[in-house]
């Protein structure tokens, strides 16, 4: 599926939620498009002393429950659309998990690999130059996503701080713990999802040792293997952008990390310790019992969908999963732990990020890891219990969980403050 109807697709998932609660169609007609997208060329010098510009969007898609929050991506294959239906998930995920926040994304068409440190600077602090009107701690917050990281978050605060004369570290969260940065960020989106499977594993009938297959081997894919083996389990087969690893009696996690950080593919370990190659598709059809992608949305299509052997599927990528493949798997009887709720650990504590900036006052790890389990469980039990009472999936459940929390902001409101930036 192309990005030109991600939104549209994304907007099915919406409709099938309302469908099940009584819903004011005003707040439907508002949810269905982004407030404000703002796009930009950016113009940095290259190392060579040539000057290159790249496209850049920053999408505030409703503010409606609090400033906006979400990741800024980098991507050769970056479009308008993509970014306007992250944001529009983070909308959901942010009201799923209650926190106070809207959703918002941004991304530049680039692929940083082929930058050099210095360039990738340039560009970073460019994103911040020309979008510093419409970020803001109380505006829109932005955060990591696809190859972006912890320094790069650290280079924006910087440049953000520069332009408006002031520290201003609560501009943006998933800095490195020297800027102001929290304690846990680094693992949080695989941890809400660890924390959230652990919770039902007894409601899912999951076996005490589970064989588990991964599709992209980043930040949510390498700390889901490793918090995953460190619980006992297999992890059997992992990915990345060059290919897939595959061993029945368990992948060696330190191996294929240290290959990740000296910007190896997972498939430079095949031929050691009893790693075997998987091609293309190979790995969503692994025989396995947990699936989690990890990677980018629509990896799981109409064309593969019935190939899945996994019994769960957790989402910590966005939108991994086709409307399509949904059927496909409802049909299966395989359960999706959804993403707007699966991989929402990453916000939750960027949430607590930005707590803790402004109130200058710093938690432990213990106390993030508490308060994370304990925001993960509760909304996690409550949207299960309400997928079984209702019969429906948990996706459509998540759904309507955070729609009904939109639909009490929206109303509350009013109908005067429509024009409000
Ligand atoms: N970081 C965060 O806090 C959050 C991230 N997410 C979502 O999680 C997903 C992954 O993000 P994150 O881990 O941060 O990103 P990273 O950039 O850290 O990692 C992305 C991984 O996906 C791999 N990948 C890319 N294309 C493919 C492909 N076609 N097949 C297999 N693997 C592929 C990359 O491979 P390679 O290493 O070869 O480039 C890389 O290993 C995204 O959907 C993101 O939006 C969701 C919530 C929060
Ligand atoms: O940490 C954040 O604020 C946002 C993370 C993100 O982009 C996401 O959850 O998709």
Not at 71 to 82: K, M
Not at 274 to 288: I, Q
Not at 357 to 373: A, C, D, F, M, S
Request: charged content about 20%.
């Amino acid at each position: 599926m192309s990005h030109a109807n991600l939104l549209e697709s994304a907007l099915v998932r919406l409709d099938e939620a309302a469908g099940h609660i009584n819903i004011d169609p005003d707040v439907i007609e508002k949810l269905k498009y982004a407030r404000e997208t703002m796009k930009v060329r950016l113009m940095i010098r290259m190392d060579d002393g040539s000057r290159k510009s790249f496209l850049a969007w920053r999408c505030r898609y409703d503010d409606t429950r609090g400033p906006t929050k979400g990741g800024i991506r980098y991507h050769p294959d970056a479009t308008a659309e993509e970014v306007e239906t992250l944001a529009f998930w983070m909308t959901f995920k942010c009201a799923v998990m209650n926190l106070p926040y809207g959703g918002g994304k941004g991304a530049i068409q680039v692929d940083p690999r082929q930058l050099s440190k210095a360039e990738l600077e340039r560009l970073s602090r460019a994103y911040i130059q020309a979008f510093s009107g419409i970020i803001g701690p109380d505006r829109d917050i932005p955060a990591p996503d696809v190859y972006t990281n912890a320094m790069i978050m650290g280079w924006m605060a910087d440049e953000y701080s520069q332009i408006v004369g002031q520290s201003s570290p609560a501009v943006i969260t998933g800095k490195p713990l020297a800027l102001g940065g929290s304690l846990g960020r680094n693992d949080a989106t695989a941890r809400g999802g660890f924390y959230l499977v652990r919770h039902l594993a007894k409601d899912l009938n999951l076996a005490p040792q589970l064989r588990v297959a991964i599709q992209g081997f980043g930040n949510a894919g390498q700390h889901m293997a490793s918090l995953m083996a460190g619980d006992g389990h297999k992890i059997i087969a992992v990915s990345d952008s060059a290919g897939g690893v595959y061993c029945a009696d368990g992948l060696d996690i330190d191996l294929l990390i240290a290959a990740k950080n000296n910007n190896q593919s997972v498939t430079s370990t095949i031929g050691l310790k009893g790693h075997e190659m998987l091609r293309g598709d190979d790995l969503v059809a692994v025989d396995c019992d947990v699936l989690v992608p990890s990677a980018m949305e629509n990896m799981i299509h109409a064309g593969n969908a019935a190939s899945i052997k996994a019994k769960l599927i957790v989402e910590l990528a966005n939108g991994p999963v086709t409307t399509e493949a949904d059927k496909i798997l409802a049909d299966k009887g395989v359960t999706i732990l959804p993403d707007i709720l699966a991989n929402a650990g990453g916000v939750t504590v960027s949430y607590f990020e930005w707590v803790q900036n402004r109130q200058g006052y710093y938690w432990t790890l213990e106390e993030i890891h508490e308060r994370l389990k304990a925001i993960m469980e509760r909304e996690g039990r409550a949207i299960w219990n309400h997928a079984r009472e209702h019969n429906v999936t948990v996706r459509t459940a998540a759904y309507v969980h955070a729609l009904l929390r939109l639909a009490q902001a929206i109303e509350a409101h009013g109908t005067q403050s429509d024009f409000i930036a």
